[in-house]
């Protein structure tokens, strides 16, 4: 007990920040500040717009940014992540908002970071690099068109129609502004989205976002467009921490949602991170501390009434590429959001929704990388079916189902290709005969024998096949093996395999098997094929010596001359 214990102890302090995590924040500061300050333009709006599409409010989106920012910052595995309330997250807590309310969004982000902090104790960070590339980008696919979906009620300066499934109420918003057009907000919308799009290709350093959400502000107070509102009053501060919101009754019927919660945070992150390290040199994120973090933020921000926090792709991009090097840049970026809170809260209450709107319609045109597409629906079929299912499965079901659907299909075809590449070849054996032998000798050797080679994986895909195969083999006495080139066996397919040879040995022919692989052994043991092969005396080390044996049972069926007295036969 003590021993395990203090296994528990090691595990949970290697979890936490190092003090090289730390001694990197002294060695370039001004460009950590500066870079940080960048990003916390870029977020802003961000934070505001995620935080009203969630449902809980623009004060939801900025205790988020800060507090999670902060804490997965701090707690996290890499030096570059930014984290906060994003679009792939807003996807996912849209329903949960509506079946449960803003307390059942804070009690899900709660047990979402208990449930990140649990994959982070287990080690379950190294299993994400599994994830096929056609899931992720059929997923980002997905995530952009629900995000930018989602905008339309404001964009259009409609009231949000009831409902969850955004197909749905994005049907409904176009139809109540078709009886009711506001082409005030729809003009806001278009050219905030519109500035950031295009200034972007123009400046990609100048944070356009910021430049759209004010000029639409000072359009809105200077013509007082009173049909484009704006968010509203904003607490000059965060609130006082509380756990309030929690009902225990609740958390049976909302561990569902908390586990789509972490999965989407696990995955999202970890995805980040890696994105992260690519456009670096030197830098490698910790995908347990990673989870760590993340956990650790999801735990606090629902005690400020922010949601579920997430790395963020595009801001961690950002803080890339504006140079920073540590964790200073990420703690800069929540700082400058915090003193945003405390000292502009009245100003920004003015932003109208719709601005909002153009800026979340613009990140989610910006998400779709067309040539990524493109490349991975060229690759292969498979790679674009999944790709294809993933995107749908995003925008009909949830991003969780979708990202297991993708993962069981590219399974699945992946599985395929490598039975494909099995096969069952016969050989000629007689190259494998000593000289002295005679050309009768080859001759009748030939005409009772048949050798064939297994290459590739025998598994439960394809293993099928091989007994189709064996089974067919007809006017022969002896069937040879050569089973050294099977590179995976599984029950299945020892299970086959000794399917095959029963088959066979009922029809009176002997199978000898030749180069069995340690490997193998267990599968062809487990379900008895092993003992078979060795009780009749038939298994055998090289193809030579299965020869010999083969050649001594058709000795013993009279099918070939009496062996020399001096011939060892094994």
């Not at 208990?114 to 059929?138: D, F, H, N, S, T």
């Not at 050798?451 to 394809?462: L, S």
């Not at 590179?487 to 029809?507: F, H, I, P, Q, S």
């Amino acid at each position: 007990m003590n021993v395990l214990l203090a296994r528990s102890w090691g595990r949970a302090r290697s979890l936490l920040p190092a003090r090289a995590d730390f001694a990197v924040m002294a060695r370039n500061p001004r460009r950590d500040l500066l870079a940080g300050l960048t990003v916390a333009i870029v977020a802003l709006p961000l934070a505001l717009g995620f935080g009203v599409s969630s449902g809980l409010g623009a004060e939801a989106g900025l205790a988020t940014a800060v507090v999670a920012g902060a804490l997965a910052a701090l707690f996290g595995g890499s030096n570059l992540q930014v984290s906060g309330p994003t679009g792939a997250m807003t996807v996912v807590l849209v329903p949960i908002v509506a079946r449960y309310g803003p307390g059942g969004v804070l009690t899900v982000g709660l047990m979402a970071g208990v449930l990140l902090i649990a994959l982070a104790l287990l080690k379950a960070g190294r299993y994400m690099r599994y994830i096929p590339a056609p899931v992720v980008e059929g997923f980002t696919l997905g995530i952009a068109c629900v995000i930018g979906l989602q905008q339309v009620p404001n964009a259009l300066g409609v009231a949000k129609p009831e409902g969850e499934a955004v197909l749905a109420v994005t049907w409904r918003a176009v139809a109540e502004f078709v009886r009711t057009p506001n082409w005030t907000a729809a003009a806001l919308a278009l050219s905030v989205a519109a500035v950031m799009l295009l200034g972007t290709r123009w400046r990609p350093t100048v944070p356009f976002s910021i430049v759209g959400v004010v000029a639409a502000t000072l359009a809105a107070q200077l013509f007082h467009l009173d049909a484009a509102p704006p968010i509203g009053d904003l607490p000059s501060g965060l609130p006082a921490p509380s756990l309030g919101f929690l009902d225990l009754s609740a958390l049976s019927s909302l561990l569902a949602p908390a586990v789509a919660v972490a999965a989407l945070a696990a995955l999202e992150s970890l995805l980040s991170a890696t994105v992260a390290d690519g456009m670096t040199v030197g830098q490698k994120h910790d995908p347990d501390k990673e989870l760590f973090g993340q956990g650790i933020a999801n735990l606090a921000a629902p005690l400020f009434g922010g949601v579920p926090a997430t790395a963020a792709i595009a801001r961690t991009a950002v803080n890339v590429r504006s140079g920073a090097g540590s964790r200073l840049a990420s703690l800069t970026h929540a700082a400058v959001l915090a003193a945003i809170v405390f000292a502009a809260a009245p100003l920004v209450s003015k932003i109208p929704l719709a601005a909002l709107a153009g800026v979340l319609l613009a990140t989610a045109i910006r998400m779709v990388e067309v040539g990524a597409l493109r490349a991975m629906v060229r690759a292969t079929r498979s790679d674009a079916i999944v790709l294809v299912l993933t995107a749908v499965a995003t925008l009909a079901l949830d991003l969780v189902y979708a990202v297991v659907i993708g993962l069981v299909v590219a399974g699945a075809l992946a599985l395929r290709a490598v039975a494909r590449h099995a096969r069952m070849d016969q050989v000629d054996f007689t190259a494998d005969l000593p000289g002295e032998h005679s050309e009768e000798e080859h001759a009748l050797l030939a005409e009772h024998i048949v050798a064939y080679r297994i290459d590739g994986p025998v598994f439960f895909a394809g293993a099928h096949r091989f007994l189709l195969e064996l089974s067919e083999v007809a006017d022969v006495r002896v069937v040879i093996l050569r089973m050294s080139r099977i590179t995976t066996m599984d029950a299945t397919g020892a299970l086959v395999l000794k399917d095959a040879v029963e088959k066979l040995n009922r029809r009176g022919i002997a199978v000898l098997t030749s180069g069995i692989r340690p490997g193998q052994r267990r599968a062809l043991a487990s379900v008895g094929a092993l003992d078979l092969l060795r009780r009749e005396g038939r298994e055998y080390a090289t193809t030579p010596e299965a020869i010999a044996g083969a050649r001594a049972h058709l000795h013993r069926a009279g099918l070939l001359p009496a062996a020399p007295v001096n011939e060892e036969v094994p």
